[in-house]
């Protein structure tokens, strides 16, 4: 048995005490694989998708790098896309995609089929990866891929880490000149303003996304900050620019900022300076964390929210809803007088063959709210309900607050994925506090 210790989900909002193991080798897991609990990587999963009750593998240790063969990369499972980037930027590649934090396995943006700001070109992450190794329930290790048991695959590509424990993965890196990108702003007035700039936009630039003020009222909202990028190429640079720029040292919160020190007031105060500091300009080069990962600059920035955490509202809803409906929505936000400071809206492209991944073709909207007692929770509730009637879906990655009843709405592929569990998974052995919420753990 490994230590009993409090594990948490990033918003810090959902924790449970549970037997947590730090394997080193894949040895060291065949004696202890049978048991249940979940996978765990860097700890980015906002709500409990990454927590267990029983037992938590801690995978982070299991974090080599194998092989590099033709552009593909085969690494543990426990790798962090931040130290791909680190020994293969300078060699000439990157990853095809990326969410908006380096600290996340390979595991865990498998899991999770992350996305990232190139989304409505590139696809999800599931996409480049050639092959998987999994260790099911049974104590096998299968070798899948699209074209290698494609319905393991496909329930494993965005499955959260229940049809298996990941070991391995296969990804192909993209080939890139430099570290930069090329980023022009751009501002709105309101949202249906937003919302025709990507109608016009999303062709010229392979990264586009917006930073919405939540918070603006009356005719300002939905106005938003937009960035669109392409990467930079090596002649565009000045002579004394490194091709390939490493970040310096992070910044740290050391501390929880006493709860409810982030008012309502301090988010309009925030959202106003962020838009007003904003002005269209001319063309920027941005070294590569800068651009896809502005919130690593400080570490721990989820303290920032205080002690009793918050929470992320993300959704993605189809093409055809439109401004009128987003509208409605954050008025039911403005409405209940919730404090928000970090609002995200993409375009999306079309939808991943994983039988649980998130993305589908249309807009994500990405909010985070603090913690506030049962008014939060309500506030969750409502908003779900509403993406479940305009056709959208909540990010299971992100979620704290989805039921078992929304979520057979939201996903139409659900009694696939439930049908490759119970094969691979009869007794329901990998399960995390969000399988068990939602049922999904499966087993008697």
């Known amino acids: 048995m490994g230590k009993q210790i409090e594990v948490a989900g990033w918003g810090h909002q959902m924790r449970v005490a549970a037997d947590v193991e730090r394997p080193e080798t894949v040895r060291a897991l065949e004696s202890s694989c049978h048991g249940q609990g979940i996978a765990r990587g860097l700890g980015r999963s906002y709500g409990d998708a990454a927590i267990a009750p029983e037992r938590v593998w801690m995978m982070t240790r299991l974090n080599r790098m194998l092989s590099f063969r033709n552009g593909v990369l085969t690494a543990e499972a426990g790798t962090s896309l931040g130290d791909i980037l680190r020994v293969f930027l300078p060699r000439g590649y990157t990853l095809p995609v990326t969410p908006g934090t380096q600290w996340v396995t390979l595991g865990g943006a498998v899991a999770a089929d992350v996305h990232g700001k190139n989304h409505h070109t590139a696809g999800t992450f599931s996409r480049y990866v050639e092959e998987i190794t999994l260790c099911t329930a049974d104590g096998e290790m299968r070798r899948i891929g699209p074209g290698r048991d494609p319905d393991l695959f496909w329930a494993t590509v965005g499955g959260m880490g229940l049809t298996g424990l990941i070991l391995e993965v296969s990804l192909r890196l993209q080939a890139i000149e430099t570290g930069y990108i090329s980023v022009d702003y751009f501002r709105t007035r309101d949202l249906e303003e937003t919302l025709n700039w990507f109608s016009v936009h999303d062709a010229s630039y392979p990264f586009t996304v917006a930073w919405l003020d939540c918070l603006a009222s009356g005719r300002s909202l939905g106005r938003a900050v937009l960035m669109g990028g392409r990467p ?36 309009v105060a925030f959202n106003a300076a962020y838009y007003g500091v904003h002005r269209p300009g001319a063309q920027q080069i941005e070294p590569w964390w800068k651009f896809f990962y502005p919130l690593d600059v400080v570490d721990d920035w989820h303290r920032l929210y205080g002690r009793r955490g918050f929470a992320q509202y993300q959704a993605v809803f189809p093409a055809e809803v439109g401004a009128q409906e987003l509208a409605a929505l954050l008025g039911r936000i403005q409405n209940a007088r919730h404090p928000n400071f970090l609002g995200v809206l993409k375009r999306m492209g079309p939808s991943s063959p994983g039988m649980l991944s998130f993305p589908r073709a249309g807009l994500t909207l990405a909010l985070d709210l603090p913690m506030q007692g049962e008014g939060t929770s309500r506030l969750f509730r409502e908003l779900y309900a509403q993406t479940a009637d305009l056709g959208g879906r909540a990010y299971l990655a992100k979620d704290s607050f989805l039921t078992p009843d929304l979520l057979q709405r939201m996903y139409p592929r659900l009694s696939e994925f439930r049908a490759v569990k119970k094969r691979v998974d009869p007794a329901g052995r990998w399960r995390s506090a969000l399988a068990l919420r939602l049922g999904l753990a499966g087993g008697s």
């Open 232 to 267: 930079t190429e090596r002649a565009e640079l000045s002579g004394r620019q490194p091709a390939f720029p490493m970040p310096h040292r992070t910044l740290r919160m050391p501390f929880s900022l006493p709860s409810g020190m982030l008012s309502r007031s301090v988010g």
